[in-house]
């Protein structure tokens, strides 16, 4: 869980294509989100998956290009994360697949210093983490896909973010 406060910032510090939203895929993953909504987050998982996403806040909120963004994210593990979980993460800007790479959970969590470290014991748990979001995040929606798993391949944790960094009329570009 520690790494998820982290995959949410991926979205936001990729640098890549430009592209349109696909709406049908938008609407699949964060159904009922406003059009105008500049972040949003679903716990795909089902009760197969270790870890529950039952909440994430971001301050300032929307996230902005060039300042700090904390993230705080609470759930729950119905039983122990151990050394050798991992997450295969899919990042697209609109429908665009701009970066997949799979992370070891613990040695990023260990890497980053957060306070929650592996093994993660059973329970509820609250991760809170500061990054500096770059300016030059182009002006783009990205989505975020996060498909965790144990050791021994068991469901994890399954995670959809979506960020827009899109400009609305009438907005200015700070960069």
Same mark, same amino acid.
């Given at each position: 869980?520690?790494?998820?406060?982290?995959?949410?910032?991926?979205?936001?510090?990729?640098?890549? &294509?430009?592209? #349109?939203?696909?709406?049908?895929?938008?609407?699949?993953?964060?159904?009922? &989100?406003?059009?105008?909504?500049?972040?949003?987050?679903?716990?795909?998982?089902?009760? #197969? $998956?270790?870890?529950?996403?039952?909440?994430?806040?971001?301050?300032?909120?929307?996230?902005? %290009?060039?300042?700090?963004?904390?993230?705080?994210?609470? @759930?729950?593990?119905? @039983?122990?994360?151990?050394?050798?979980?991992?997450?295969?993460?899919?990042?697209? &800007?609109?429908? !665009? %697949?701009?970066? $997949?790479?799979?992370?070891?959970?613990?040695?990023?969590?260990?890497?980053?210093?957060?306070?929650?470290?592996?093994?993660?014991?059973?329970?509820? $748990?609250?991760?809170?983490?500061?990054? #500096?979001?770059?300016?030059? !995040?182009?002006?783009?929606?990205?989505?975020?896909?996060?498909?965790?798993?144990? +050791? =021994?391949?068991? =469901?994890?944790?399954?995670?959809?973010?979506?960020? +827009?960094?899109?400009?609305?009329?009438?907005?200015? !570009?700070?960069?």
């Amino acid at each position: 869980m520690t790494r998820f406060g982290l995959l949410f910032l991926l979205a936001a510090a990729v640098a890549g &294509a430009l592209s #349109s939203p696909v709406k049908d895929e938008q609407e699949v993953l964060f159904p009922g &989100a406003p059009g105008n909504k500049k972040w949003d987050w679903n716990d795909c998982g089902t009760d #197969s $998956h270790l870890i529950h996403i039952k909440s994430i806040q971001i301050t300032p909120d929307p996230p902005a %290009r060039g300042e700090d963004l904390t993230i705080t994210v609470e @759930g729950v593990a119905d @039983g122990p994360v151990e050394d050798g979980a991992y997450a295969d993460v899919t990042v697209k &800007a609109g429908p !665009i %697949r701009i970066l $997949h790479k799979e992370f070891d959970l613990c040695e990023e969590a260990r890497n980053a210093n957060t306070t929650i470290q592996c093994p993660v014991e059973e329970g509820t $748990h609250k991760v809170t983490q500061t990054v #500096s979001l770059p300016k030059e !995040i182009p002006p783009a929606q990205f989505t975020v896909n996060i498909r965790g798993y144990t +050791d =021994d391949d068991e =469901d994890l944790v399954c995670m959809d973010l979506l960020m +827009d960094f899109r400009v609305r009329p009438g907005s200015f !570009i700070p960069w």
